[in-house]
């Protein structure tokens, strides 16, 4: 019998052909995004696995199914042109009479965007995360920067990256981006006026209809992470500060013109910020994936 990690078609709803080939242990619906995207954990052959779906074709929601099912075969082409080990990956694609079932592997961790009534929560995944030791907190930033600079380098912009793509592992310091569903080969130009995403991450062109949407964007939007996870610490060094003010300057024309050269300025920062002797950074620096040595 074929294994259902092998099957490329299927004639049955995704949950349906989830529950009938293993466990779905969990549900990402309505209740945790407005998308209209139904998700789901799912056990087979004792190994999780996360499955993304456009929800049902009837199923009311902010986005109609046709743009849902769009942007998930969107999140395909993403997954097939960029590899970092931040980034989840993609293992198959299944067509379903409800669009595609995308299945990726399972990562463990915790999403650091809580709502807004418990973002001053001490126990939640937010304060948590603002309040790691600041190697390990400069590193998992780093990740996130890192991935963003090959994902820049193979032609895409960021939209809608807020801290609602970030998982991550407090038990293995290792950071997971997930969600980038709406990025793309850019530059654009804003056709919604206020586009997508959380204003605490947005750039002032994201608000303004027939702005260029390119590479300065996705530079303002690292910044903002700097900006709400760094900027208040009493340890935080006026190096990183002047990195994430140059990047979030409000003319695009007075940023960073690219995530390299952001990601150069960054590097050089905050590896001079905190002693990491004897430390183990997880995950690996700019030059495990190009190959080549940025200032340190």
């Known amino acids: 019998m074929e294994s259902p990690l092998n099957i490329d078609r299927i004639d049955m709803s995704p949950l349906d052909f989830l529950n009938s080939n293993g466990e779905v242990f969990a549900v990402f619906d309505e209740r945790t995004q407005d998308s209209g995207n ?93 309040l790691l030791p600041l190697p390990e907190l400069l590193a998992a930033l780093d990740s996130v920067f890192d991935c963003h600079r090959v994902i820049c380098a193979a032609g895409w912009v960021a939209s809608d990256f807020y801290d609602g793509a970030m998982v991550y592992d407090f038990q293995t310091h290792t950071m997971a981006l997930v969600d980038l569903d709406l990025y793309r080969h850019g530059p654009i130009i804003n056709d919604m006026g206020r586009m997508f995403g959380s204003s605490r991450f947005m750039a002032p062109e994201e608000f303004k209809a027939g702005a260029t949407i390119d590479e300065r964007t996705t530079v303002f939007n690292m910044g903002r992470c700097i900006h709400e996870f760094v900027a208040t610490r009493a340890d935080a060094t006026p190096s990183v500060l002047a990195i994430a003010a140059r990047a979030c300057a409000p003319e695009p024309d007075e940023r960073f013109q690219t995530i390299s050269e952001f990601y150069a300025a960054w590097h050089s920062a905050w590896r001079g910020a905190v002693d990491i002797t004897g430390i183990d950074l997880t995950p690996a620096a700019a030059e495990r994936q190009s190959g080549q040595s940025l200032p340190a």
């Open 38 to 130: 139904v998700s789901y954990g799912w056990a087979v052959h004792h190994e999780r696995r996360f499955v993304k779906t456009a929800g049902a074709p009837d199923a009311t929601a902010f986005l109609p199914h046709i743009e849902r099912v769009a942007w998930l075969r969107n999140a395909v082409v993403l997954a097939n042109s960029v590899q970092h080990e931040a980034l989840v990956p993609l293992e198959r694609t299944v067509e379903s009479p409800h669009g595609p079932m995308l299945v990726y592997k399972w990562v463990d961790g915790e999403l650091i965007r809580v709502p807004a009534a418990r973002r001053s929560d001490p126990d939640s995944s937010y304060q948590r995360f603002r």
